[in-house]
């Protein structure tokens, strides 16, 4: 498990989850001046884009094997990589809770939800695309968001729940159901999907 954990960057993976904790509390309630393409006005804040990076870094570290030699792998690779998975967000979820707690910064429980949320996106993209179109589309998914995820009132759309508020049961809701169904995608996968080309004879 040794050779897992460093080729996965386990510990890289906790310093940046660890940092963005950090620059989220600190960062994470500056807007950033994102054009919206569809004519209304938002927020978008730092603190929905800060936390794409810790499951930037874990698509990373999956990346950096031999995807067919762990796919023939005895040892239960896949349900380690969930683990690493889970066990990172819920870190993150905790921490931010606890930061939460000890400051009432509404920021803490967004940028420990979005971290959370993130994982779950890329961890079950990965299952069927692996780990680098993953990191590409967990990365574009906040600034797709920035673009098109606001009502006419400026208020974020009840689909674009990574932008709502710390007080949203609907955000909550929609990051475990979202973390757990990436986790079970990528427990039960192999390997991404592989599309074949059938050519005529």
Same mark, same amino acid.
């Given at each position: 498990?040794?050779?897992? %954990?460093?080729?996965? &960057? ?30 209304? /006005?938002? $927020? ?15 698509? *990373? ?28 967000? $819920? #870190? ?7 930061? *939460? ?6 920021? &803490? ?12 996106? #890329?961890?079950?993209?990965? &299952? ?11 990365? &574009? ?11 006419? #009132? ?13 007080? %949203?049961?609907?955000?909550?809701? /929609? $990051?475990?159901? $979202? ?5 079970? /995608? ?7 999907? %592989? ?7």
């Amino acid at each position: 498990m040794i050779w897992w %954990s460093k080729a996965r &960057a386990a510990q890289r993976l906790a310093a940046v989850t660890a940092l963005t904790i950090g620059l989220g509390l600190l960062l994470g309630d500056t807007a950033l001046p994102i054009p919206i393409l569809t004519g209304q /006005s938002g $927020t978008f804040l730092a603190g929905h884009l800060l936390t794409v990076l810790p499951a930037v870094v874990l698509m *990373y570290g999956k990346e950096r094997t031999d995807h067919r030699l762990e796919a023939t792998a005895a040892r239960p690779v896949n349900r380690w990589d969930a683990g690493l998975a889970a066990l990172t967000a $819920t #870190a993150a979820a905790a921490a931010a809770g606890l930061l *939460y707690l000890l400051l009432g910064a509404d920021i &803490a429980v967004v940028t420990g939800r979005n971290i959370t949320a993130y994982i779950g996106i #890329a961890v079950g993209t990965c &299952a069927f695309f692996g780990p680098r179109i993953a990191a590409f589309l967990t990365t &574009a998914l906040p600034l797709g968001l920035a673009h098109t995820g606001w009502t006419p #009132a400026g208020k974020a759309e009840t689909w674009a729940w990574l932008l709502h508020d710390a007080d %949203s049961a609907t955000a909550m809701a /929609s $990051t475990a159901i $979202t973390l757990m169904a990436g986790l079970f /995608s990528i427990w039960l996968r192999k390997g991404p999907i %592989s599309l074949h080309i059938m050519h005529p004879r």
